[in-house]
Structure formats: structure tokens, C-alpha cells
Nanobody, 115 residues
Framework: QVQLVESGGGLVQAGGSLSVSCATS????????MGWYRQAPGKQRELVAT???????NYADSVKGRFTISRDNAKNTVYLQMNGLKPEDTAVYYC?????????WGQGTQVTVSS
């Protein structure tokens, strides 16, 4: 059973910062790429950022320079630090990992940015 447990998020004014985190088991965390996706109302889910088990990162163009994905190997947790938030960042943020071509998702956490 793959479990991804998210926390964080909330409401912030434009220009502010928030962070979200995702914890999973050591067997998953140490082997697979972890990622964050988001889905705004009426829109498709989109990639935000990924980080490999070796620490290589990848970001969507829309968040480059503002968001930072990181991982704490001791805690089996991946983080997404979001700075310079914009109203268009408002969405439900989902933690993700892919195992044997199958996607696994966290429960999602709401991030709302007011203008």
C-alpha cells in the first residue's frame, strides 16, 4: 500500500509564502521520484515540480524562481516551498509518485492566494 500524506497549505495574500509537505514510507521515498501537481477549478491537473531520489529537480515554467522542491531523507518527506505566490497559484496541490507506470496520489491540500 502506497500512502502519501500531505500537510500544509492554507490561505495567503498575493506575494506571500506557504509550504506543503508530503510524507511516505522509506521504501518508497528512497527509490522513486516524488512530485507535486496542482489542479485549479475547471482546469486539468498540472505538474508543478519533481525531485528524484538523487535530488535532481524539475519545475514548471510558471513556478521557476518562486517555488522550491526539496526532500528530507531522514523524515521520508518531500517539501514544496512557495514564495511570491500569485492568485493564479490557487489550486489543490497533490503529492505524487510513479511506480511501475502507475500514479499514486496524496489526498490533496488547498492553497488559496488572495489578491
Amino acid at each position: 500500500q502506497v500512502q502519501l500524506v500531505e500537510s500544509g497549505g492554507g490561505l495567503v495574500q498575493a506575494g506571500g509564502s506557504l509550504s506543503v509537505s508530503c510524507a511516505t514510507s522509506r521504501s518508497i521515498f528512497s527509490r522513486y521520484t516524488m512530485g507535486w501537481y496542482r489542479q485549479a477549478p475547471g482546469k486539468q491537473r498540472e505538474l508543478v515540480a519533481t525531485i528524484t531520489s538523487g535530488g535532481s529537480t524539475n519545475y514548471a515554467d510558471s513556478v521557476k524562481g518562486r517555488f522550491t522542491i526539496s526532500r528530507d531523507n531522514a523524515k521520508n518527506t518531500v517539501y514544496l516551498q512557495m514564495n511570491g505566490l500569485k492568485p493564479e497559484d490557487t489550486a489543490v496541490y497533490y503529492c505524487n509518485t510513479k511506480i511501475a507506470l502507475r500514479d499514486y496520489w496524496g489526498q490533496g491540500t488547498q492553497v488559496t492566494v488572495s489578491s
